[in-house]
């Protein structure tokens, strides 16, 4: 079993950064598939970036591209979120996911088998 704590989150002014972490323990040998996502109220749960491996690998979606770094750190069980020049449409609650095992990029939520609880990000001048 893994177990992912987000932290990081608070609140920042538009065209600031914030940098998020999420911390792994429990069986996280082989935890290659790592994640970002982000819910925003009233709409749906989004990937925002994603990395296999040890970095060879990423993804982001346009509307973060650029902007949002995704990195890990294994001797520390943990990765981060990189968050620069945020607007307030990236209000909303973030969350780590991770997967073990995985063979390929992980993009959608369904390729994830474990998530943390959320850390809350708002922007707002």
């Known amino acids: 079993h893994v177990q992912l704590v987000e932290s990081g989150g608070g609140s920042v002014q538009p065209g600031g950064s914030l940098r998020l972490s999420c911390a792994a323990s429990g069986n996280t040998y082989n935890l290659n598939c790592l994640g970002w996502f982000r819910r925003a109220p009233g709409k749906r749960r989004e990937v925002i970036a994603s990395?296999?491996?040890?970095?060879?690998?990423?993804y982001y979606p346009e509307s973060v591209k650029g902007r949002f770094s995704i990195s890990r750190d294994n001797a520390k069980n943990t990765w981060y979120l990189q968050m620069n020049n945020l607007t307030p449409e990236g209000s909303a609650e973030y969350y780590c996911?991770?997967?073990?095992?995985?063979?390929?990029?992980?993009?959608?939520?369904?390729?994830?088998?474990?998530w943390g609880r959320g850390t809350q990000v708002t922007v707002s001048s």
């Open positions: 990395i296999f491996g040890n970095g060879g690998s990423t």
């Open positions: 996911a991770a997967e073990l095992h995985s063979t390929s990029l992980c993009t959608k939520m369904g390729d994830f088998g474990y």
